[in-house]
């Protein structure tokens, strides 16, 4: 009689190698929902006391942040806070994160208007290079040209018609740069604006004054040659 075989256990299955990965997890991450990043940051969390933007923090910060988000304290968004100071580091990092570039702030200034006013140069041009519009208008219908004749500002007058601003614009009130410019008794200012094409008998909306009435109401100024 021949002896019986021994049946064997059925071996188990192999372990499952963690280093695996599973094949399906970048189909399972696409239908998860995106994780909406707050609106709302604290500027004092990325800003030192001497005004250094710390570049750690504020990556650290964008991780779970919108770029186009604004200050508790301040409504500033990132952006802003960046023409304001002169940053230029920083505004070209929200160029490269997304920030909307052509956006209003919360008083109804634009990026352009902000940097036209404080005199940055620099930055006027890297707006414009970067695609903001030249002829974009705050909450009151000023464009960067109507703040650079009222300051009498023939630099920043010269770039902006050079990059296409319009000289006759007009604000809500009709008002023409060269009406801010005459009111102002900003002599230089409108005699750049009156050689590059602007319009003595513009009138603005409210007293229906002509660019002449402003012109006669400065003070201290030799306006016959105009």
Not at 58 to 71: C, G, H, K, P, Q
Not at 93 to 112: N, P, Q, V
Not at 117 to 140: C, P, Q, T, W
Request: hydrophobic share 40%; proline share 4%.
């Amino acid at each position: 009689r021949q002896p019986s075989k021994r049946l064997k256990a059925p071996e188990p299955p192999p372990a499952e190698d963690p280093k695996v990965s599973d094949p399906f997890a970048d189909l399972k991450s696409a239908f998860e929902p995106v994780k909406e990043k707050s609106k709302s940051f604290n500027l004092k969390q990325i800003v030192s006391r001497t005004g250094t933007v710390l570049m750690n923090m504020l990556e650290r910060l964008l991780e779970n942040t919108d770029i186009d988000a604004v200050d508790v304290e301040s409504n500033m968004t990132l952006l802003e806070f960046a023409c304001t100071t002169g940053n230029m580091g920083l505004a070209k990092l929200c160029y490269r994160r997304g920030a909307k570039l052509m956006a209003k702030t919360r008083r109804g200034d634009t990026a352009f208007n902000i940097v036209t006013r404080s005199k940055r140069y620099d930055m006027m041009e890297f707006l414009h290079v970067y695609g903001v519009k030249i002829n974009s208008a705050d909450v009151e219908g000023r464009t960067a040209l109507h703040v650079a004749a009222q300051n009498n500002d023939v630099d920043a007058i010269c770039r902006l018609i050079e990059w296409g601003a319009d000289v006759n614009i007009a604000d809500n009130k009709k008002r023409t740069p060269i009406h801010l410019a005459a009111a102002g008794g900003n002599y230089q200012g409108c005699m750049l604006l009156l050689e590059m094409g602007a319009d003595m008998n513009a009138k603005a909306a409210f007293w229906c004054l002509g660019v002449s009435i402003y012109v006669r109401a400065a003070p201290g100024l030799d306006w016959t040659s105009l």
